[in-house]
């Protein structure tokens, strides 16, 4: 009796809220042997499947910066794993990687676009997906790109969230005050009290645009944005001189079929400021140098993070609803299977 | 009998679309004489005042780069004239001047930002107002601002407005491909047929999102937005990547009580692409540069600018309000006396 794979495709083209269960399909299927292999691929067994608020919008039929899912496509996703089977000379069996290998137990590929990974003293293999991956290199890149410098005020929003709570804690390392905007007293406690950030505010607070008024008394210089709708909005009204806007995410945004568009943007002419859209893969030849400085400061205590861990690849439709939904703290991620399996014998 | 000087103050806040009557009164009173002024002041004859869309917006109680209108303080606005008392060593009578010096016939002025003013060959003193004024000065910086290479593609709105008609030639200049948008049919002509845009587009045409369409096969890479509203919204999901959006004016929403934010701003994100506000005065110390540069193609031929004047200092309020209704092509003036009047003689 063959082993057998689980596969979670993308059925149908979502409009509005996602529906987990029209939207995705899941389908079992034999995992290929080693005669089922070509020369130069490998078999990946995956571990950990990251969750991202990005692929509600590669649902869409709409131009960006990746082509969106196509009807039946495998749902796209990145992973880390272990190779269990390579007809590939750069990888040998029992090489750990990471890699956008969809979401799957089991994975074929060329070898392409799969990094060998070696976690580095108190770094796991899911960092790859967290702190070293496309969350935390977004914060670490993003940031950059708004040109922080010290004394200055930063306000995140999503600041809980897998990025948020990087980026937070790197503007801190900058020299910044920093605002994390996040949507329960818990995570805005975890804020303060574990990351350090200089305060944290809840959005749903019925007074809460007063509180951001009186949090940000020299105005924001940097907004690191990953929420978009109203909270974009109150904060353009309080741009200092010359602020600059990163455009991260839009996750309030995702799901609405009408989507808010930010009516203080005028702001931006009356206080020379900017605001831009801000994508990881455009960094990529400079993706070691982050990994080294973020996985520096992780050994050093300075930088946090978070896993918030659903057991299960069956439970990903539904979590990544629970995603938009900002149940989870810190990174969210799925576990596929237990890391210490002896993977070997099972083939 | 003394000379009557005629002042327009700003008397009522409006909410919405302002009503010249109410917004604006118009009060005369004599003509400050030699006696009046002190040591170090200036009397100055207003040939033309310019009028801006900027004007609405200073009549806002907002937080903004200079601060709001008060309440029956004398309307601003820049005005080009000649000194006709002097008590600064710094400017003799027949000294022709630009300066911040109001919606009035004469005024007085301690000659702080008031400056001597010699056209050179083919421009004229209103030139001081439109092309080497502060609308001039703005395509040229916004221009700068967004970095237009070679080949690319630039679209413009309010093309047959000041800045828009500048901003559309400079840009020519550069090597871009250049498509403006523009109001009404003759205007579009006038693009074409004597400023050399490429494509001139009628936003009021039913097919006009097609149309924007169909002209921008390569895409957008830099958008010189002087309207907002509806054609920014349009002109996002046209963006290139690294597309940079120049952020000049808001004319179709200054008048709005609730101002319409761009719901496809997320296509920011998808296309790494750049909304910055821009506002002239941050390139104070460039202005000669500029004016220099200017001076060069206008007499070489390369800039051609249209001036559209309504007389009298009286009708100023209402002729803003045809500027926000889009009546003019080119600058819109008035024309507060001729200047080869013998203004001595008159005192």
């Given at each position: 009796m063959s082993l057998q794979n689980t596969r979670i495709l993308f059925v149908k083209r979502p409009s509005g809220l996602f529906d987990p269960n029209e939207t995705f399909k899941i389908v079992k299927e034999p995992v290929p042997s080693q005669n089922d292999l070509s020369n130069g691929q490998i078999l990946v067994k995956n571990y950990y499947l990251s969750l991202d608020p990005a692929m509600r919008g590669i649902m869409n039929d709409v131009r960006s910066y990746t082509p969106p899912l196509a009807i039946n496509e495998l749902m796209r996703g990145n992973t880390v794993g272990e190779v269990v089977i390579s007809k590939n000379s750069k990888f040998k069996v029992g090489d750990k990687v990471e890699g956008l290998l969809g979401w799957q137990k089991y994975a074929v590929s060329d070898g392409k676009d799969v990094a060998k990974i070696v976690p580095p003293p108190k770094a796991s293999l899911r960092d790859y997906l967290g702190l070293f991956g496309i969350t935390g290199l977004t914060a670490y890149f993003g940031l950059l790109d708004g040109k922080v410098k010290v004394g200055e005020t930063v306000v995140v929003s999503g600041?809980?969230?897998?990025?948020?709570?990087?980026?937070?804690?790197?503007?801190?390392?900058?020299?910044?005050?920093?605002?994390?905007?996040?949507?329960?007293?818990?995570?805005?406690?975890?804020?303060?009290?574990?990351?350090?950030?200089?305060?944290?505010?809840?959005?749903?607070?019925?007074?809460?645009?007063?509180?951001?008024?009186?949090?940000?008394?020299?105005?924001?210089?940097?907004?690191?944005?990953?929420?978009?709708?109203?909270?974009?909005?109150?904060?353009?009204?309080?741009?200092a001189k010359y602020a600059r806007i990163v455009l991260c995410g839009a996750i309030s945004q995702y799901n609405e079929k009408l989507q808010k568009g930010p009516s203080n943007y005028v702001a931006l002419i009356a206080q020379s400021g900017r605001m831009e859209g801000f994508i990881v893969y455009n960094y990529k030849d400079r993706f070691q140098e982050a990994i080294s400085d973020l996985s520096k400061w992780l050994q050093q205590g300075k930088l946090k993070r978070r896993d918030y861990v659903?057991?299960?690849?069956?439970?990903?439709?539904?979590?990544?609803?629970?995603?938009?939904?900002?149940?989870?703290?810190?990174?969210?991620?799925?576990?596929?299977?237990?890391?210490?399996e002896n993977v070997k014998s099972k083939l």
């Open positions: 600041a809980a969230g897998a990025t948020g709570s990087v980026t937070g804690q790197i503007a801190k390392l900058k020299g910044a005050r920093v605002i994390g905007i996040a949507g329960t007293p818990e995570k805005c406690a975890w804020l303060v009290n574990e990351l350090g950030f200089d305060v944290a505010l809840n959005y749903r607070d019925p007074d809460f645009s007063k509180q951001l008024t009186k949090a940000t008394p020299n105005y924001i210089d940097v907004y690191f944005d990953n929420v978009g709708g109203d909270i974009l909005n109150l904060c353009l009204k309080r741009l659903v057991e299960g690849l069956e439970n990903a439709p539904q979590a990544l609803l629970r995603l938009f939904k900002g149940e989870n703290t810190g990174k969210m991620l799925i576990k596929i299977a237990d890391e210490d």
